[in-house]
Structures are given as structure tokens and as C-alpha cells.
């Protein structure tokens, strides 16, 4: 493999530090020299990429991304509508658009069928081109059901779901999902339960069983990470041993001291709400609604806040997957929130989103960070990132994606046609693109919101 020098770029390293300007040079897909040491150790015959006017930075880290969900408008049509194989494969479709995106690494939490373990593997083996996944299988729940109420069947399967009813079917599944292949066990910890939906999400497990779920994947060397939203469950994950925390939102005292004396890593994954609250008006969301939105992400600014002072790795997610956060377009933005919402800089919060993220693929330390010794995941994009995130949003600014040194195709997609039987026709198709979201046009139809994620 020959060298690859990107020189006259702003470099923006991913540990939080300003950009310094000059070169990075790649070697066998790692980064061995930036500055000058770059320009002299460059071979005469290295390829050399002109990175003028364009900030050099570390590939984003998605840590929450359901790429077998395929921008779907409600559970149902990921419930019921879906096949394995096909399912797979148009994932390997939208695995590319967030290639272009800049996106070159995704923790997948759970996925219909267990299906993007095989995505993730196919990846590895180079048989079709994606970012770097690491993957859950089946999110846990109890009987009690996850956030699709009724939907969720008493035992087995649902979609992404596979109920566990029991301590020895806790122990069996766990391991039977890291024997298939799940590098992380995702646990649905917080539930709605209909008849008191008014309350919020529950807790659905014991004390006894999420320890259980974290002993027998820890065994066997595998994290687990948990869906909790409200204190109460937030607490009780950290205390059982949960690695990862998704949402995190509403804690109090006890729960934010449980995190914080563990240093468990959130990623609060808001970009959904976020995008309802600055574009549902596009989408026809009433007013109340997009409040509600908005205070979950206002509720959670001085815990987050408290989290991240002392040394808690907030970690990026978009929550892609759905209909509001289409793949490609929106997995910078929760560096967003943590600017407006948070009070972090531009840069603290492209550390989260690169550096800290890499705890979301097992690899702190090798990517995320543009250091020798580093794999070269690195993205070249136009503009002054640290003076504008957004930049980010727009794939015209992104001209080079590289994972391992590869340069990755960012030639535009082929035209995707409606897949028969793939949508529920009832929810309609809206999806927040950019092009909604900052054109004038309103869609015909309204969206139906019920709670997905
Ligand atoms: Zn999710």
C-alpha cells in the first residue's frame, strides 16, 4: 500500500485540542506523522491529497444506529413488514450513505433478524463497503414489553426484540447472541406500559436481572448496554454493571452519582428530538408536541452537563433508523445539541463525536484521533469545522472518507424504487430530509408519531 500525504489541511485532531494546520501522512492504513515530520518522512512516490480550505479530522462515530430499521415511519413496519435477507441488503444500501456522510463508524444496537451481525461481518470481509460496525443482536426486554407496548409479543421475537422471561432464559440468550456474534448485549431496560403510558417509561426488570444479564455477558467478555429513561432505571443499570447508557435523560442525584462514580459512558442519542423540535412544524407536528420534545432534551441539560464536568463520556448517536433522521443526513447533529443544549465548544463536542465515540466500537486508543499509531479513519471536508458543525450536514463539503487508509467511493447512489410490501401504507413516507428541512415545500401529509425508539 503505498503512503498517502494530505497536506495544506486544518487539522482537528479529536482530542478537543485547536486545529494546527499542515499534514498527516498514512502508512499500512495508519497514521505515523503530522506538521512538518509528515512532509519529510512523505516517499517521493507517496499519493498526495491537496487538503486546502478543508479541515482533516477523524471520521464520525455514530454510537447509535439501527441500520436494519431502513428510515422507518413506525415500529409496525419494522414489526411486520420486514424479510431477513432483503432487510440486510437495502441496510447495505444505506450503509454507504453514511460513507458519504462522513459517518466511518457505527455502533448498531439491535437489529431485526440479528441481521446486521451478517451486515457488520460482510463489512469486514470487504464484500460490500460500509463503516466500521460493531453491532448488538436482539435488545432484551421482559414480558413486560420495550416502547412498542402491545406490539411486543409475551416470548421469543418482536422485530428487535427478543423477550426474556426468565433467569435461565436471560442466561441462555445472552449467550447464545454472543456465540452468533453480538459484540455488545443491549438490554431495553425502561418500558411503557399502556395502562400507565402517563408515567413515563418504567423500569421492566429486577435488580437481580440486570445483574444477571451483566455477570453472564462480562464472563464472557462482552459489554452490555442499556435503553433507560427516568432515574430510577438510569441508577439501577449503573449499578448492576451496565458499560453504556443510551438516553440517560431524566435522571436524578442518585442516578447521575451512579454514573458519575463508575464514569459510565452516555450517549443521550437527542437528534430525534432535536429534529422535532427545530423542523416537526415542517412535518406537521403540533406545536405541544415538538414542547414536549423539547423538554426532554431542556430537562436533561444540568445532569448531562454535571455528567460530562466530571469526566463522563457523552457519546454521539443519531438514533438513524427512522423516518426522522434518515441515514446520511443527520449523523453530526447530535454535536449539535451538545453545543446549543450542553454549553460545549465546537471542539469538545467533536471530541465526543470521534475520540470518546470510539468506546461505541471497542476501539479506544485506535481510532478517533489523528495521532501516529492511529488507524487512518480519517474524513477531509470543506470549510472551517470547528467554526461550523454544519458543514458537516452537507455531503458537497465532504471529498475524501478513508477507514484504514482506503479511500472509500463517494460517487452519488444509485436510485432506490419502492420495494413492494416494505412500507405500511397507512403511516405515509415522509422523511426529514434536508432538502424539507430547509426548503419551502410542505409536505402533503402529516406524520403520525407514535413512540419508536
Ligand atoms: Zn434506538
Given at each position: 500500500m503505498t503512503d498517502t500525504l494530505i497536506k495544506n489541511g486544518s487539522i482537528i485532531d479529536g482530542t478537543g485540542r485547536a486545529p494546527l494546520d499542515g499534514s498527516v501522512l498514512l502508512?499500512?492504513?495508519?497514521?505515523?506523522?503530522?506538521?512538518?515530520?509528515?512532509?519529510?518522512?512523505?516517499?517521493?512516490?507517496?499519493?498526495?491529497?491537496?487538503?486546502?480550505?478543508?479541515?482533516?479530522?477523524?471520521?464520525?462515530?455514530?454510537?447509535?444506529?439501527?441500520?436494519?430499521?431502513d428510515d422507518a415511519g413506525s415500529n409496525s413496519e419494522i414489526f411486520f413488514q420486514r424479510r431477513n435477507a432483503l432487510s440486510a441488503l437495502v441496510a447495505s444500501y444505506n450503509a454507504r450513505k453514511l460513507l458519504r456522510a462522513g459517518v466511518t463508524g457505527i455502533l448498531d444496537p439491535d437489529s431485526t433478524f440479528e441481521n446486521m451481525i451478517d451486515l457488520r461481518d460482510a463489512i469486514d470481509a470487504n464484500i460490500v463497503e460500509g463503516p466500521r460496525m460493531s453491532c448488538g443482536s436482539y435488545a432484551l426486554i421482559t414480558g413486560v414489553g420495550g416502547t412498542a407496548g402491545r406490539l411486543i409479543n409475551d416470548e421469543g421475537t418482536t422485530g428487535y426484540y427478543m423477550a426474556v422471561n426468565s433467569k435461565d432464559e436471560i442466561v441462555?440468550?445472552?449467550?447464545?447472541?454472543?456465540?452468533?456474534?453480538?459484540?455488545?448485549?443491549?438490554?431495553?431496560?425502561?418500558?411503557?406500559?399502556?395502562?400507565?403510558?402517563?408515567?413515563?417509561?418504567?423500569?421492566?426488570?429486577?435488580?437481580?436481572?440486570?445483574?444477571?444479564?451483566?455477570?453472564?455477558?462480562?464472563?464472557?467478555?462482552?459489554?452490555?448496554?442499556?435503553?433507560?429513561?427516568?432515574?430510577?432505571?438510569?441508577?439501577?443499570?449503573?449499578?448492576?454493571?451496565f458499560d453504556l447508557i443510551f438516553h440517560g435523560t431524566a435522571m436524578d442525584d442518585d442516578a447521575l452519582q451512579a454514573i458519575i462514580d463508575r464514569k459510565i459512558p452516555i450517549a443521550p442519542a437527542l437528534t430525534?428530538?432535536?429534529?422535532?423540535?427545530?423542523?416537526?412544524?415542517?412535518?406537521?407536528?403540533?406545536?405541544?408536541?415538538?414542547?414536549?420534545?423539547?423538554?426532554?432534551?431542556?430537562?436533561?441539560?444540568?445532569?448531562?452537563?454535571?455528567?460530562?464536568?466530571?469526566?463522563?463520556?457523552?457519546?454521539?448517536?443519531?438514533?438513524?433508523?427512522?423516518?426522522?433522521?434518515?441515514?446520511?443526513?443527520?449523523?453530526?447533529?447530535?454535536?449539535?445539541?451538545?453545543?446549543?443544549?450542553?454549553?460545549?465548544?465546537?471542539?469538545?463536542?467533536?471530541?465526543?463525536?470521534?475520540?470518546?465515540?470510539?468506546?461505541?466500537?471497542?476501539?479506544?486508543?485506535?481510532?478517533?484521533?489523528?495521532?501516529?499509531?492511529?488507524?487512518?479513519?480519517?474524513?477531509?471536508?470543506?470549510?472551517?469545522?470547528?467554526?461550523?458543525?454544519?458543514?458537516?450536514?452537507?455531503?458537497?463539503?465532504?471529498?475524501?472518507?478513508?477507514i484504514e487508509g482506503v479511500e472509500k467511493d463517494l460517487s452519488p447512489l444509485p436510485k432506490r424504487n419502492p420495494i413492494p410490501g416494505w412500507r405500511l401504507a397507512s403511516i405515509g413516507s415522509t422523511k426529514l430530509t434536508r432538502e424539507i428541512a430547509f426548503g419551502p415545500e410542505q409536505p402533503p401529509e402529516p406524520l403520525n408519531v407514535e413512540e419508536l425508539h
Open positions: 502508512k499500512d492504513g495508519r497514521i505515523c506523522a503530522l506538521g512538518d515530520e509528515a512532509d519529510q518522512q512523505a516517499t517521493p512516490d507517496a499519493k498526495v491529497i491537496d487538503a486546502t480550505g478543508q479541515t482533516v479530522m477523524p471520521g464520525l462515530i455514530d454510537t447509535h444506529c439501527h441500520l436494519a430499521f441462555s440468550e445472552v449467550r447464545r447472541q454472543i456465540k452468533y456474534g453480538a459484540d455488545w448485549i443491549k438490554v431495553h431496560v425502561t418500558g411503557i406500559i399502556p395502562r400507565q403510558a402517563h408515567k413515563g417509561e418504567l423500569c421492566v426488570w429486577t435488580m437481580d436481572e440486570l445483574k444477571l444479564i451483566c455477570d453472564t455477558a462480562h464472563d464472557l467478555e462482552t459489554p452490555v448496554m442499556g435503553h433507560c429513561r427516568g432515574a430510577g432505571a438510569t441508577r439501577k443499570a449503573a449499578e448492576a454493571g430525534f428530538q432535536y429534529n422535532m423540535v427545530e423542523f416537526g412544524e415542517k412535518i406537521g407536528t403540533s406545536e405541544s408536541l415538538m414542547a414536549l420534545f423539547e423538554r426532554e432534551i431542556t430537562d436533561s441539560i444540568e445532569t448531562m452537563i454535571a455528567a460530562h464536568k466530571a469526566g463522563v463520556p457523552l457519546l454521539t448517536g443519531s438514533e438513524a433508523g427512522f423516518s426522522l433522521v434518515p441515514y446520511g443526513d443527520w449523523h453530526y447533529r447530535e454535536m449539535e445539541v451538545f453545543v446549543k443544549y450542553f454549553g460545549m465548544t465546537t471542539l469538545e463536542a467533536i471530541q465526543c463525536g470521534t475520540q470518546k465515540s470510539a468506546m461505541g466500537l471497542k476501539m479506544e486508543g485506535e481510532v478517533g484521533v489523528i495521532a501516529p499509531g492511529y488507524r487512518a479513519d480519517i474524513i477531509c471536508v470543506t470549510g472551517k469545522v470547528e467554526e461550523d458543525l454544519s458543514l458537516l450536514g452537507n455531503p458537497d463539503n465532504i471529498t475524501n472518507v478513508m
